[in-house]
RNA sequence: CGGGGAGUGGCGCAGUCCGGUAGCGCGCCUGGUUUGGGACCAGGAGGUCGCCGGUUCGAAUCCGGCCUCCCCGACCA
């Protein structure tokens, strides 16, 4: 590819709007470019790097056993209805009606359209095991894209489904993908660690996500170093404080003038926040609900929000807690009637904690569960937090912030059973089929790949997802024989079987194309200059490395076959 | 959806408080001089100042409404 024609352009400072390094190089690159929030066009580096992943992806599906489909994108409303998402699932499905008024939406993704590709053609357990994929583009409305290619409403997304007739099968499945995955992410240069997941109210097992953990990151990670336990924010579990036991004390009030916090309360009463008992409100479905946990503890919304099988969970405003007769500051379970109570396990084995006593100004002592109050779900719903102790060994999590790359999960029949995607087993019987899901964000591999490779100058493509193999500068065309020379290296080169982007532009100065070069980053760069043809004939520098070295002309092309290794394409 | 910020040539910004001919750097075009890490000189093109309305002799600037984009949070099968 010659520059002088490349319909692209290189931007000496980043657009206002990116603030992480990956969002900043890909504009400054010329990679991408923004058309609305969250809605991108990629422009033909970009692309060829978006074409590379998605190669990667394909020849290690295809490893996995996986057969390539392609579903459509715009999806009949009803099969959703049947589904049950055309509800849960809410604004973020992109919704419209055809000429005749039927209901349509653009996939979000595919678990209802393959299971129904799947009741067409397979009704055998001979059929089975299976696993299908696509690359494909994905709508989704979210309420704020951010973060350039991290969360966009318009995504390429590679989504694999698997279909066995039982959950050991499946798991062969599973591990099949999952291996697919580490070396898929290993091929494109960015380092990811699986962590276990949040399975969410739509039921399903084992659940992991693939994260490359960066500060620019939007989830949270917990990590245990000395056990190698992993798990986003959302599923992640820590051993809680286990207080001595004591005997049940008698009930008793306690003025507690102007105190609303557990901090207050703490403080005002000289007490440890692990012998308080903090009330949170929540609304869930228009119900109210009361969430009882020890002070010590916060609450984990995605663990509340399991733990009811709700879908749709926020915060109560002060409105709706005057509305439902609660006391912010001195609210407590006991004595409370007609409001939902999820007490956090903690809460059970902790004896004699403060509490509200839903009197302004006032708290109780004493209080324990089963004695003075009960409630209608008893679950871990704590939030773990750096410095809490690992589940698996009590060693010390920490946190790190993580990009998600990739997701596998263990489905079940959820889907199956709701869309009647059954076969007939060995007996005779029909039974649903057992499925898993697994997803990769194409733009965010690529995002990430920028992310986890770049320097001060620009980016340091990875030789396997690299737009090109060899970035030829040419300086000095107006000296004879250069140009001739560059013309030369760059068809040996293409010969060569190399990707070349030949910067061929006239007028501009070393220093320009040297720092172009720099930040568009193809792993080696080779000049040819009257200097470097006085020194014997081109240069040839890898991206990552300071020092260039000096070949013929002629060996130009083999030289860099052999420096490339045998990686290029 | 709640909170905060911003919309002025392709990019980065000033000008807005205090109304009076729309500016700077980069980029782009022409000519010339340069040529190994973002050259120099001369000339030039390019902007309904996000949109609609109002105030005013006069609005980028003041007032009202709306739209868009970014950030934090909520949300994210």
Not at 30 to 39: C, E, R, S
Not at 449 to 462: K, L, S, V, Y
Request: hydrophobic share 40%; glycine share 10%; aromatic share 6%.
């Amino acid at each position: 590819m010659r520059m002088s024609h490349l319909f692209a352009k290189t931007l000496r400072h980043a657009p206002a709007e990116a603030d992480t390094p990956n969002h900043q190089l890909m504009l400054r690159a010329g990679l991408a470019q923004q058309l609305a929030a969250g809605v991108y066009s990629y422009l033909p580096i970009g692309w060829r790097v978006m074409r590379k992943i998605e190669q990667i992806i394909r020849e290690e599906m295809d490893r996995a056993g996986g057969q390539e489909v392609m579903m459509p994108a715009i999806q009949p409303a009803e099969l959703w209805a049947e589904s049950g998402r055309l509800d849960t699932m809410g604004d973020v499905l992109v919704k419209f009606q055809d000429r005749r008024e039927r209901d349509f939406v653009l996939g979000p993704t595919h678990e209802e359209v393959v299971v129904d590709l799947f009741k067409r053609q397979v009704q055998s357990y001979r059929d089975m095991p299976l696993l299908v994929y696509q690359i494909q583009t994905k709508f989704r409305d979210e309420a704020r894209p951010r973060g350039g290619l991290m969360r966009t409403r318009e995504f390429t997304m590679k989504d694999a489904y698997s279909f066995d007739t039982d959950w050991d099968a499946l798991d062969a499945n599973y591990q099949a993908a999952r291996a697919a995955y580490t070396r898929i992410f290993d091929r494109c240069g960015v380092p990811t660690v699986p962590v276990l997941a949040d399975s969410g109210a739509i039921g399903g097992k084992d659940s992991e996500e693939f994260m490359y953990l960066t500060e620019v990151g939007e989830d949270m990670i917990l990590l245990c170093g000395t056990c190698g336990y992993a798990a986003n924010e959302e599923k992640a579990d820590h051993k809680k404080r286990e207080l001595p036991s004591e005997e049940p004390l008698p009930l008793e009030e306690v003025a507690t003038p102007g105190q609303k916090t557990i901090d207050d309360l703490v403080a005002f009463l000289g007490v440890p926040h692990e012998k308080t008992l903090k009330a949170v409100f929540y609304e869930a479905h228009g119900a109210p609900v009361f969430v009882a946990i020890r002070g010590d503890l916060e609450v984990n919304e995605a663990k509340l929000r399991n733990a009811l099988k709700a879908t749709g969970l926020a915060l109560l405003d002060d409105a709706g807690v005057r509305k439902h007769g609660l006391i912010a500051g001195s609210a407590s379970p006991v004595g409370l009637k007609g409001v939902k109570v999820v007490a956090d396990d903690s809460a059970l084995r902790s004896s004699n904690l403060i509490a509200g006593a839903n009197k302004p100004d006032v708290h109780y002592r004493n209080v324990n569960y089963g004695r003075d109050w009960t409630a209608d779900v008893v679950a871990d719903i704590s939030l773990a937090r750096a410095g809490d102790r690992c589940p698996r060994c009590g060693g010390t999590l920490e946190t790190k912030r993580g990009m998600e790359m990739g997701h596998v999960f263990k489905l079940g029949t959820v889907y199956t059973e709701r869309l009647q995607a059954q076969f007939s087993d060995e007996a005779g019987e029909l039974r649903p089929a057992v499925m898993g899901c697994y997803g990769i964000g194409v733009g965010r591999v690529f995002a990430g790949a920028i992310e986890a490779n770049h320097d001060e100058r620009g980016i340091t493509w990875p030789p396997q997802i690299a737009p090109y193999d060899v970035h030829l500068t040419a300086l000095g065309f107006d000296k004879p024989g250069v140009r001739e020379s560059a013309e030369q290296v760059y068809q040996q080169l293409q010969d060569a079987g190399l990707a070349v982007l030949y910067d061929d532009r006239e007028d501009l100065s070393a220093g320009v194309k040297f720092n172009d070069a720099d930040l568009l980053g193809m792993p080696l760069r080779i000049t040819v200059s009257p200097r470097s043809i006085e020194a014997g004939g081109a240069e040839l520098k890898r991206r990552t490395e300071k020092d260039a070295r000096v070949v013929p002309l002629a060996e130009a092309a083999r030289e860099a076959r052999a420096m490339l290794g045998g990686g290029a394409t």
